[in-house]
Each structure stands twice: as C-alpha cells, then as structure tokens.
C-alpha cells in the first residue's frame, strides 16, 4: 500500500526578492519562466541567472513539439538547477526538462517512464492559483503526433522545493484567476471522491474546497474584477492544498473528459474541467446518490450556508458567476465529435478513470458529453 508523504519541501514568502536572497540564486540555475514574468520580478534584482523563456517556444498549453525543441535548445547548455516560475505550462516543461537525459526526446519520457530519474535539481515557483503542480508528480502534454492530451507520472518530477510567492499573482488577469481557481476547486472535489484517497488526502482535499468556495463566495459578493486580489493568498494556500490532496488520491473524469477539449479545441485546462464538472457530478449522483458525495455535499453546504440537497445547484450557480459555462457547442464542438471523444477517453485516460467515484461505461461518459454539449 501506497503511503501518504510529501517529498516536496514547501517554503512561503511575501515576495520573490526574499525568496531570491534564501535561495541564493545564480549564474547556474537555469530560470524556466515567461519573459513578462522575468522582467517584472527576476530581471531588477540582476541575478546573472540563465533563462529559458516559454513564448518562444510556441503559445498555449505544452506540445511534444515544443518540449522537444527545448530540450534541443538546453542541450549544450551548462546548469544546476531548474527553477520554473509560471503557470501549468511553465511547470510541466519543467518537469520534463528535470528528468530528461541529454540525447531524449518527449516520447522517450512516455516510453521509459518506469525508469525516469531526476537529472536537475528543481525549484517550482506558481504564478497561479490552480494546478497545484508544484507538489504533484505529473507533467501533461499535448502529444500532437500521437492525437492525445496525456499526463506523464514520475516521482522523479516531483519538485525539490515548492515556492508560495503570494506577490507573483498581483499581474494574473481576472480570467486566469478564473480558470485556475475552477482547475484548483476541481482538483480538490475529484480528490475528495477518489476511492484511492486516504484520509490524510481527504484531509487536504476538503480544506481546499471549503477555503475556494468561501473566497468565491466573498468575491463574487464583492463584485468586480478586482475583488479575489484581495483572497490571492488563500486561493494560493488553496491550490497547494488541493495538488496535495490529488497528487495522492488522483484527478478523475471531469479530467479525463476535459482533456479532449483542450487537445482539440484548445480551451484553457480549468474551463474545460468548468464545462464537464457539472454534468460528472450529475451522472454521480444518478449512479451513486449515497457515499462518499453525500460528505461533498456537506462541506459545500458548509461553505456556502445551504442544504445539502442544495449544495451542488448552488455550487453550480456560483461557479457560473465566477466564469460564465458555455455549451460544449459554443467552443466549435461537434456533435459528431463526442462519440469519438467518449472512446478516446476510455482507451488513454485509465491512469484517471480509476479514481472515479463510480465507474463510468463508454456509454456513460458519451451521455455525459451530451448533456454538457
Ligand atoms: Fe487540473
């Protein structure tokens, strides 16, 4: 049986000057990051570190291509450590980056990925309050040569050091905030549900649910865009928590199925996850109405001072509030599209299907795009 650790130490500060200083950062670390990131908060405090800067390397979530053409263009470089500072992007690169050996290519990675070892050692610093990626062992890419958005899982990914820099939100656009804090709220609710939780799991889980609802509730009562500025630290806390709690329990179907929605159609992670959560929910309950949802239920009810028979609505009509759902047919989906989507998700998101809550036919997950599309 798998135990519950935490391999990844976690440091938090107020701004990324003091995190520079403790970390003593040089001319051998290699700074993974976007350049409106490095200027903003690296390049004034003149460091002399290397950089790897993202955008050059092609836009949106990471593909093979462009993790191949970074690890050609490191090959001659000379640096100890990795220190990714971004959103999921940035951190999945790195992870890849940290365990790759000079001469291989991504879909070395997938093959050998019972051998993979840490080649450098690495510091993950999120720029957003959502994938909790820091402290999990997964690095997800878009294989565009094999047709399929799939998570690659490694302890050897797992970072050394997990940096919690609330100042590094301060330029997130409402829309980032919007879609990473979905992804964080998902990530705690599937991890909740999986039957291969613990309770220590269960733990982090629940606490990042009710802190993410009882923030959005304030934000969206405060109103404007600006309102969560004032909650970026706990919607950080948040996210950390929850990446704890799914990099032990795991992700489920509203990820597996999201994810076809981000190969094909390129809708940003956490909005995906926005577009299936309600409809996996609702197939839940039909299978399932009684376990362990019932104890999701309370601890929105909870949260959100409502019944338990309400929670889920509400829970719905918030969400909605903090970044208005869309069917599936307003992102250019087809309805021809879904049946294809239904099996591709059964034949290469076993490695998240396993955690669901209840276990879900190919008929089952199709039904699930229909509703939502
Ligand atoms: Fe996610």
Excluded at 35 to 43: A, G, I, M, R, W
Excluded at 298 to 322: C, F, G, N, Q, R
């Amino acid at each position: 049986m798998k135990g519950f650790s935490i391999k990844t130490e976690i440091e938090e500060y107020d701004t990324f000057e003091q995190f520079a200083k403790e970390a003593q950062l040089g001319e051998k670390d290699l700074v993974l990051c976007g350049e409106h990131t490095y200027k903003q908060y690296v390049e004034p405090l003149s460091l002399g570190v290397q950089t790897l800067f993202r955008e050059k390397y092609g836009k949106g979530e990471p593909t093979d291509g462009a993790v191949d053409a970074i690890l050609d263009a490191l090959r001659d470089k000379n640096f100890d450590r990795i220190v990714a500072i971004g959103g999921g992007t940035v951190i999945d690169i790195a992870k890849a980056v940290a365990v790759a050996a000079p001469e291989d290519k991504v879909d070395d990675l997938y093959d050998h990925v019972s051998e993979l070892e840490k080649r450098h050692p690495l510091i993950i610093v999120p720029t957003t309050c959502g994938t909790g990626s820091e402290v999990t062992n997964i690095s997800v890419m878009n294989r565009v040569s094999k047709g399929v958005k799939m998570g690659l899982a490694s302890d050897a990914m797992l970072a050394d050091k997990a940096v919690l820099i609330t100042n590094l939100l301060d330029s997130m656009p409402y829309q980032v905030f919007a879609t990473s804090s979905i992804d964080a709220m998902v990530h705690s609710a599937e991890s909740f549900l999986s039957p291969n939780g613990c309770s220590i799991s269960r733990l982090f889980s629940s606490e990042a649910l009710k802190l993410i609802l009882t923030c959005w509730d304030k934000v969206v009562k405060e109103g404007g865009e600006e309102a969560w500025k004032r909650y970026a630290a706990e919607f950080l806390e948040a996210s950390n928590w929850a990446g704890l709690g799914f990099g032990y329990a795991g992700c489920a179907a509203v990820h597996a199925c999201a994810y076809p929605l981000g190969s094909v159609y390129h809708i940003p992670h956490g909005q995906s996850n926005q577009l299936m959560f309600q409809d996996v929910m609702k197939m839940y309950k039909k299978l399932c109405p009684d376990g362990r949802i019932n104890e999701l239920e309370a601890l929105i009810a909870e949260s959100l001072h409502v019944t338990p028979d309400t929670s889920l609505e509400t829970l719905y009509a918030l969400m909605d509030k903090v970044l208005k759902k869309a069917p599936l047919k307003e992102f250019g989906v087809r309805e021809s599209d879904l049946a294809q989507f239904a099996k591709d998700v059964i034949q290469t998101q076993q490695r998240l299907l396993r955690n669901n809550y209840v276990e879900l036919t190919e008929e089952q997950i199709l039904e699930i795009y229909r509703a939502a599309f």
